[in-house]
């Protein structure tokens, strides 16, 4: 979820339906709610503070999860995440997943000051410091970005010995990354596409089994889907959405890029800037009735070897209410019956 912003609405209203889908997702079924984290963006979202959304939608739900898609660790202080992801937890009953990540957008860590050259070795010693504060011991930490001194973290979370960890990653090396550190993964569609994505999660579990973790991981699949009554509603209602999204993917890549620019994200934005809307159909979402769907999270499954799917139900932000609540009905009760 992004809590989305739609023209001539206020922020109380991006609030009010963003709480009101979450509400339903709990009626219907929905296994968890995730939440996304935008900065400085009042033309897209509002959840500048996903982790506050999470604490009051612990507090108005009972069974469903409750997820972050993701936390960018580099843009606080650890510690601070620390306590609030673990009051979160106590909130919620042990319902909370934490997502963390690093982001790729260079703009929101432009307008905090902080040098985006450090991000990789912020998130790692942040991650290091979240894994030492919900030990349940005292604990000091000396690092190149961040000290700690005999802290003691208050609460410590319900879940042991932390809450559910997942990574986000985009490029072979996070994809190492994240094997090694034995954390479960977040995946998408947006980038290179298909090819490149089972030659990434390879990686990842070959990796994974490298490094001595048991299993072969855990990879969700992030993904635009709607589902319609009629093949011929699922496909054209959100036609407009749906390329407005990956022309915005492509600027937002462009405009991130670091200075003196990246090749893989000059080459990553060309690629989505190209995509038709067949070439979007073909195995960048997900659209259709309920059987449609269906075979395509199955397709996916056996190709894949995701072990879930958080659907992006408005990923460009300009479907209505009414179709995007529709939508989430017509997944609860038709397509997810058939994957428990």
Same mark, same amino acid.
């Given at each position: 979820? %992004?809590?989305?912003?739609?023209?001539?609405?206020?922020?109380?209203?991006?609030?009010?339906?963003?709480?009101?889908?979450?509400?339903?997702?709990?009626? $219907?079924?929905?296994? =968890?709610? $995730?939440? =996304?984290?935008?900065?400085?963006?009042?033309?897209?979202?509002?959840?500048?503070?996903?982790?506050?959304?999470?604490?009051?939608?612990?507090?108005?739900? @009972?069974?469903?999860?409750?997820?972050?898609?993701?936390?960018? !660790?580099?843009?606080?202080?650890?510690?601070?995440?620390?306590?609030?992801?673990?009051?979160?937890?106590?909130?919620?009953?042990?319902?909370?997943?934490?997502?963390?990540?690093?982001?790729?957008?260079?703009?929101?860590? #432009?307008?905090?000051?902080?040098?985006?050259?450090?991000?990789?070795?912020?998130?790692?010693?942040?991650?290091?410091? !979240?894994?030492?504060?919900?030990?349940?011991?005292?604990?000091?930490?000396?690092?190149?970005?961040?000290?700690?001194?005999?802290?003691?973290?208050?609460?410590?979370?319900? @879940?042991?010995?932390?809450?559910?960890?997942?990574?986000?990653?985009?490029?072979?090396?996070?994809?190492?990354?994240?094997?090694?550190?034995? !954390?479960?993964?977040?995946?998408?569609?947006?980038?290179?596409?298909?090819?490149?994505?089972?030659?990434?999660?390879?990686?990842?579990?070959?990796? $994974?089994? =490298?490094?001595?973790?048991?299993?072969?991981? #855990?990879?969700?699949? +992030?993904?635009?889907?709607?589902?319609?009554?009629?093949?011929?509603?699922?496909?054209? %209602?959100?036609?407009?959405?749906?390329?407005?999204?990956?022309?915005?993917?492509?600027?937002?890549?462009?405009?991130? #890029?670091?200075?003196?620019?990246?090749?893989?994200?000059?080459?990553?934005?060309?690629?989505? =800037?190209?995509?038709?809307?067949?070439?979007?159909?073909?195995? +960048?979402?997900?659209?259709?009735?309920?059987?449609? !769907?269906?075979?395509?999270?199955?397709? $996916?499954?056996?190709?894949?070897?995701?072990?879930?799917?958080?659907?992006?139900?408005?990923?460009?932000?300009?479907?209505s209410e009414v179709q995007v609540k529709n939508s989430l009905r017509i997944i609860c009760r038709d397509?997810?019956?058939?994957?428990?």
């Amino acid at each position: 979820m %992004e809590f989305g912003v739609r023209n001539g609405r206020s922020d109380a209203e991006a609030f009010r339906e963003g709480m009101d889908l979450a509400d339903a997702a709990e009626a $219907w079924g929905m296994d =968890s709610v $995730w939440l =996304s984290e935008f900065h400085f963006s009042p033309d897209r979202s509002v959840l500048s503070s996903p982790i506050v959304v999470a604490g009051a939608l612990a507090a108005r739900t @009972q069974r469903m999860r409750i997820g972050l898609a993701v936390y960018v !660790l580099p843009l606080n202080n650890p510690l601070r995440i620390a306590e609030e992801a673990a009051t979160v937890d106590q909130i919620s009953g042990g319902r909370f997943d934490f997502g963390i990540g690093r982001s790729g957008f260079v703009r929101s860590y #432009s307008s905090y000051n902080i040098d985006y050259g450090e991000s990789q070795g912020r998130f790692e010693e942040a991650l290091q410091i !979240l894994r030492l504060a919900w030990s349940g011991e005292t604990f000091s930490f000396n690092g190149k970005f961040y000290k700690v001194t005999d802290a003691l973290v208050v609460p410590q979370p319900v @879940q042991k010995p932390y809450p559910p960890m997942r990574m986000a990653a985009t490029s072979p090396g996070t994809f190492r990354t994240v094997a090694e550190q034995g !954390l479960p993964l977040f995946v998408g569609l947006r980038g290179d596409g298909l090819e490149t994505l089972v030659d990434n999660i390879e990686m990842y579990r070959e990796t $994974w089994r =490298s490094s001595g973790h048991d299993g072969d991981g #855990s990879v969700f699949l +992030r993904v635009p889907i709607y589902a319609a009554n009629t093949e011929t509603a699922a496909f054209e %209602e959100p036609r407009a959405n749906i390329i407005h999204y990956f022309e915005r993917q492509a600027r937002l890549i462009t405009a991130s #890029s670091p200075k003196g620019g990246n090749a893989e994200r000059s080459n990553t934005a060309a690629t989505l =800037s190209a995509l038709s809307y067949d070439d979007i159909l073909e195995d +960048r979402v997900a659209f259709g009735t309920a059987d449609r !769907l269906i075979d395509r999270v199955k397709e $996916w499954r056996e190709l894949l070897g995701i072990d879930g799917v958080t659907a992006e139900m408005n990923a460009g932000g300009m479907l209505s209410e009414v179709q995007v609540k529709n939508s989430l009905r017509i997944i609860c009760r038709d397509v997810m019956p058939a994957f428990k």
